[in-house]
């Protein structure tokens, strides 16, 4: 699923020179926790102003919101996100930022995606992106084992199936912040010492051990 799949398309915009007075009348009346500011011009970038940065920049601060601008207290430019990228992309990014919301751009704006769009309307519940990545390793392994019998060790066909693995395999690590000590591949080096042979100089297969590496 990707996140244009689950984005709001009504996006709500202000202008970076008014006032936040006029952003809080904007939230109240659209039922909004944020405001995406515009660009002055196509060569400029987008910017984002929050509740939060309303309350902690001047409602805390007892300041009048009809003498402040939103160019005061925005954030810009901001993070935005591609309507192509995937829903758990989307997570992985929010959760690595610390930020609740982002703009969907492409050459224009197209709408704005939060974390309630990614909880409410997103399929990560039925279709946990951990379980279908594991059953997707299960499975090329077990084609990465039938190409190398029926290609050869030497192939380019058994080399970019265990590729493919690896890369899985890296991907399922980073998602779980675990080191990846031992691959699919150093395993099946294990079982078959001839492809190890072949692969040995190639520095994305095998993990050697340090006495091997000085032969």
Not at 100 to 108: E, N
Request: hydrophobic residues 40%.
């Amino acid at each position: 699923m990707k996140v244009a799949d689950i984005m709001s398309k009504k996006v709500i915009t202000i202008r970076s020179f008014a006032t936040v007075a006029h952003a809080i009348k904007l939230m109240q009346d659209y039922g909004l926790t944020s405001l995406i500011v515009d660009r002055l011009d196509e060569s400029d970038c987008y910017g984002i102003v929050t509740e939060t940065d309303i309350i902690y920049k001047v409602a805390a601060k007892g300041v009048d919101p009809e003498e402040v601008r939103i160019c005061e207290i925005m954030t810009k430019p901001c993070i935005v996100v591609n309507p192509d990228l995937s829903v758990k992309s989307v997570a992985q990014l929010f959760a690595n930022t610390g930020i609740r919301r982002a703009p969907i751009i492409r050459d224009k704006l197209l709408g704005v995606v939060s974390t309630t769009d990614l909880l409410l309307r997103s399929n990560f519940a039925e279709k946990p992106s951990a379980v279908l990545l594991k059953t997707q390793i299960e499975q090329e392994i077990a084609e990465a084992h039938r190409i190398c019998q029926e290609r050869g060790f030497a192939s380019e066909e058994c080399s970019a199936a265990w590729d493919l693995v690896e890369d899985l395999q890296a991907e399922e690590a980073h998602q779980q912040t675990e080191n990846l000590k031992k691959t699919a591949f150093d395993k099946y080096c294990e079982e078959h010492p001839e492809a190890k042979q072949i692969f040995r100089y190639d520095p994305w297969f095998c993990h050697w051990e340090e006495e091997e590496m000085s032969v």
